[in-house]
């Protein structure tokens, strides 16, 4: 399996060179690693004190183990923390926060690569988020002893672990010195496979992460200018699929006012999206007020206000949920206390399943049952009102996972006191 390992990496790191010419990810992906062992050990050099490393894939992850970044940071202010991605959608996007001492992209895995990326860091702790496990990095961190967490992580039967040829990828699980996991149902699949390494049930840190959004002040006059007392439906994250689902809305509730966020926003993407809701006004363009207040399809086209504008929402809708990304995040709207509508793709998202349980998530697969959904829930504000405040316990009664994950690692001395 190693050899096969071998040439993923090596097809993997052509095939995005070679796909740089021309897309601007693969671009990022290629550029930001360019020198960068010689930008990281002077980055190292400049500072003082331990180093936590913490990685994640994308954006996803990092807004997941934000909570307990900023916790280590908040009670180890000696400690600094290295941030390192995977992806450009999270390092682009997050570059520049100063929540962390350095952020960087991790340099591609391997036997050199990561020897030399670990000599440079010597990192006091690792720290990777959900998902990503890379072989040389894990084997590496295990061979020197220092103590590595797999946070937040969720595990099914379908998963690559655990299939025909998942002992390979099972000697990575065991190469971590703990794994907190999400639910029991993970906790009993890692059971089922007797992997030799402890693991804990500690619940998912992005509750914590919606629920610390929530109280953050935010206040937007065009946002709210838009609004302006009517109800509003704020539909984040959409994809073109969900777009042309909620094309007709309007016509058909003649009152109601409509915030896109797309997840992408390119401008072909903002230009398909004006063509299908005629008129419509772009944020960027929102100096009128008085304009915006007679508006009645506002197109959030920057990015990074998303996780805040759904407090404004009457209703919410989270996109993905009709194409192969799956649902977007749909904590955040629940976390303000707003019902939440989705597409049919959630299989993979454990709350999805729970929020419509709980009856404060609502998933549909044609126009007609959205527009049904939608309805039923205007028309009735009590009931909407009973819901919302469901909605909001729901993620509020889910939140601890960083307090879990931060414990262990004081109570075991895993942080110097230096």
Known sequence: MLFF????????????????????????????????????????????????????????????????????????????????????????????????????????????????????????????????????????????????????????????????????????????????????????????????????????????????????????????????????????STWKEDEEMLSGLLEANPTLKLIIAPHEINTKHIQEIRRLFRPSILLSEADDHGRLKDARVLIIDCIGMLSKLYRYATISYVGGGFNGAGIHNILEPAAYGKTVIFGPNHDRTAEAKALIETGVGFSYSNQQALFSIIEKLLSDAEIRTSLDEAARNFVMQRKGATNIIVRHIVENRLLSKS
């Open 5 to 236: 390992y071998h040439l993923f990496l090596t097809f993997y790191n052509a095939g995005i060179r070679f796909a740089s010419c021309w897309n601007a990810k693969a671009r990022f992906w290629v550029e930001g690693r360019k020198n960068i062992f010689i930008r990281l050990k002077a980055a190292i050099e400049k500072g003082e004190g331990p180093i936590v490393w913490i990685h994640s894939s994308s954006l996803g992850e990092f807004e997941q183990g934000k909570p307990v970044l900023e916790s280590l940071k908040t009670n180890h202010p000696h400690h600094r923390i290295l941030l390192t991605f995977f992806s450009p959608s999270g390092y682009e996007i997050r570059k520049n926060y100063d929540g962390a001492d350095m952020i960087f992209y991790l340099p591609l895995d391997g036997p050199m690569r990561s020897r030399k990326f670990l000599d440079i860091v010597k990192p006091e702790l690792a720290i990777f988020i959900k998902y990503e496990s890379w072989f040389y990095y894990l084997k590496g961190l295990k061979k020197r002893g220092i103590p590595t967490l797999l946070i937040s992580a969720i595990f099914t039967p379908k998963q690559n672990f655990f299939g025909p040829l998942g002992g390979f990828l099972r000697t990575l699980l065991e190469s971590y010195t703990h794994l907190f996991v999400q639910d029991a149902a993970s906790a009993a699949i890692l059971q089922h496979f007797k992997l030799k390494v402890p693991v804990s049930i500690a619940g998912d840190t992005r509750y914590d992460r919606v629920a610390e959004i929530t109280h953050l002040p935010f206040h937007h006059s065009a946002i709210e200018a838009f609004c302006c007392e009517s109800d509003t439906i704020i539909a984040g």
